[in-house]
């Protein structure tokens, strides 16, 4: 083999990789070329650096100078290879994962729940004022729900609340009132609470009624506890919540629980009082029952009615949500429909 022989032969290997590497499409391909030409048995290169030895000293040199030469520009060829492929690889991966002309999504932040928002609203008034926030149980039994209401078993006043009962007896309260009784027997007066919570009826459900929705008990027991404490802080909570210019007004009810009872109105917003299509025609929205809390109940909670006296309220939240925000369908609060509670908020 003359020395020409040997230079042609590295220069063909090294034509002929650089051509190949310059067109493979896979790893896989690069790697049975490096095998090829490096390889440590029968690899191209290989083959022709280990006849080195056997050479003359001149040819040895030229030939020598000419692999090393062809070992770096092949070492070359395949890098250059290499980093194409693996930058086509990361261009389809994130091409199936990231469609960048995509329109965006943005995430949805939703806004307070209009019912809680307006629930920190009645206890950010009450917090100013001495009242302590306590929660009861959605699962109550027929005698706090009932009987320490001052409701007994059979009388039509049951009737009024359709109950959904459970198969071991108990029931969903169907108002938050039997807190008056449970936090009467937890906690020595002078008792001031207000007992917020969902309530439960086997109501069918339309625009105004649904067979859950939310009231905030009131409560507050003490020495000489009298109706004006309940008229005022009646009037003062609506004008904290609806504006200074709304009026309360008490109609006269009765509820097993308090003697004397009282509905608290509050003026309609629209027409101030002059009657519209809001309120009925009547000028005044009703907001909920209210009373002074009867001796019998004050007496099943252990306080003496004849020191301690009491009034006491059952407010729908959703109510007061619907009028302050002009809201005249009940099922929305419950719905959670995005769109709808945007509209709100
Ligand atoms: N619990 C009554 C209801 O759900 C509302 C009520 C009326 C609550 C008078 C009271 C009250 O605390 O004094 O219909």
Same mark, same amino acid.
């Given at each position: ?5 040997m230079e042609?032969?590295?220069?063909d290997l090294?034509?002929?990789v650089?051509?190949r ?5 896979t790893p ?9 030409v ?5 690899g191209?290169?290989?083959?022709i650096?280990a006849?080195?030895?056997t ?9 020598g100078l000419?692999a090393?030469?062809?070992k ?5 060829a395949?890098?250059a ?9 990361m261009?389809?991966?994130l091409?199936?994962?990231?469609d960048?002309?995509f329109?965006?999504t ?11 928002r307006?629930l920190?609203?009645?206890a950010?008034f009450?917090?100013?004022?001495g009242?302590a926030?306590?929660?009861g ?22 009737d009024?609340?359709?109950?959904f009962y459970?198969p ?16 009467m027997?937890r906690?020595?007066? &002078?008792?001031?609470?207000?007992v917020?919570?969902?309530v439960?009826?086997?109501?069918a459900l339309d ?10 008990e ?5 020495r000489?506890v009298?109706?004006g404490?309940?008229k005022?802080?009646?009037?003062? /909570? ?9 009026r309360?007004?008490?109609? &006269?009810?009765?509820?097993q ?5 009282a509905?608290?109105?509050v003026?309609?917003g /629209?027409?101030?009082g ?12 009703e907001?909920?029952?209210s009373g002074m809390?009867h001796?019998?109940?004050?007496r ?5 009615p004849?020191n301690?006296s009491?009034?006491?309220?059952g407010?729908?939240?959703e109510?007061?949500?619907? /009028?302050?925000h002009?809201?005249?369908d009940?099922?929305?609060?419950s ?7 945007d509209?709100?908020a």
């Open positions: 083999m003359n020395n020409g022989g042609n032969e590295i220069s090294e034509d002929d650089a051509r590497a310059a067109v493979s499409r896989a391909e690069l790697e049975a070329i490096r095998t090829e490096f390889g440590r048995r029968g191209r290169l290989s083959r650096m006849t080195l030895p050479m003359p000293p001149a040819q040895r040199a030229q030939v000419q090393n030469q062809a770096k520009r092949i070492e070359e395949l890098a290879a290499q980093e194409r492929l693996t930058d086509a690889e261009a389809v991966s091409g199936h994962k990231y960048v002309s329109p965006g943005a995430p949805r932040i939703q806004p307070i729940h209009v019912l809680r307006t920190n609203d009645v950010e009450f917090r100013h004022r009242f926030i306590v929660m149980p959605e699962i109550e039994n027929e005698y706090y729900n009932f009987e320490a209401m001052n409701i007994p078993p059979d009388h039509p006043a049951r009024s609340m359709d109950t459970l071991d007896g108990n029931l969903l309260r169907t108002h938050t009132s039997p807190m008056q009784v449970r936090a027997l906690y020595p007066s &002078p008792l001031a609470i207000l917020p919570g969902r439960y009826r086997r109501d625009a105004s009624h649904s067979f859950t929705f939310h009231q905030i009131g409560l507050q027991v003490d000489g009298t109706f404490h309940l005022a802080f009646a009037r003062d /909570l609506c004008r904290h919540l609806f504006g200074p210019g709304r309360t007004r008490f109609r &006269p009810s009765y509820f629980f308090t003697e004397p009872s509905e608290v109105d003026s309609c /629209l027409c101030d002059a009657g519209c299509r809001t309120c009925g025609g009547s000028g005044w929205l907001m909920g029952g809390v001796p019998k109940v004050l099943e909670a252990g306080y003496d004849e301690l009491g009034w006491a309220w407010l729908g939240i109510r007061m949500a619907m /009028l302050r002009g809201i005249d009940i099922r929305v609060f719905e959670n429909e995005p769109a709808a509670l509209q709100i």
